[in-house]
């Protein structure tokens, strides 16, 4: 199995080669990580670049924008989604990756909740919402989950098949949503989540983010569900 990891990355010049550092390149046949810079200006793609991924550069912002930018050169037959800032650990890419390598499922949560969080990592009003989400989601698309966290893993021809549309902060939850509505197999595997190692959150750090985060997420989750 060939996996290509992406991380979407704005200033995370911090974090960023140490958390390069820390992935498992033996997890798997073939590992790679596709860093895409959405815009630093701290140096992050350098950084990355030094420390053995390949950079790609998306000038538009947004979280969706990213990933799909490391979608278009991914070259695998699984793709991983890692934050940039530290909060998830790499050396649990194994552990992601097993049930889809024993072919259990198609797409891989790690769940925050099964797995376990550091104090103070996530705040009470994203803790709740991600909740809230999570409880709709099983309302709406009969899926039970407990978590709706970025740190992922998917076959990359499913991902491609899913024609991905929500190019900001509504990109994890479409990606779950439409799958769910394929009827796909997703499996829940627990991870841990610490506090970044350094910087701030582009989402639960401020206000806007936040606010717009929750916005996107519960639109989109809503949305589909009416779709055909």
Request: aromatic share 6%.
């Amino acid at each position: 199995m060939r996996v290509d990891v992406i991380i979407p990355a704005l200033n995370e010049a911090g974090n960023i080669d140490r958390l390069i550092a820390r992935i498992p390149r033996d997890a798997v046949e073939r590992v790679r990580v596709i860093v895409v810079d959405n815009g630093s200006t701290d140096g992050t793609g350098v950084k990355a670049q030094n420390a053995g991924a390949i950079v790609v550069t998306e000038a538009r912002r947004g979280y969706g924008y990213a990933c799909a930018a490391g979608i278009a050169i991914a070259d695998a037959d699984v793709i991983v989604f890692l934050d940039g800032d530290g909060s998830f650990d790499p050396a649990q890419l194994p552990q992601l990756l097993a049930p889809i390598a024993d072919d259990e499922a198609d797409m891989v949560l790690g769940s925050r909740m099964k797995g376990g969080l550091e104090a103070n990592a996530m705040p009470p009003h994203q803790l709740y919402g991600n909740r809230l989400v999570s409880r709709l989601m099983g309302t709406l698309y009969g899926i039970q989950l407990t978590d709706l966290g970025p740190y992922r893993a998917i076959r990359l021809d499913l991902l491609r098949r899913l024609n991905m549309r929500e190019m900001t902060f509504g990109w994890p939850t479409e990606m779950i949503v439409k799958a769910a509505k394929k009827k796909v197999r997703i499996v829940e595997i627990g991870v841990t989540y610490g506090r970044r190692w350094s910087g701030q959150s582009k989402v639960s750090g401020t206000l806007r983010g936040t606010v717009l985060a929750t916005w996107y997420i519960l639109g989109v989750t809503i949305r589909y569900a009416v779709r055909r």
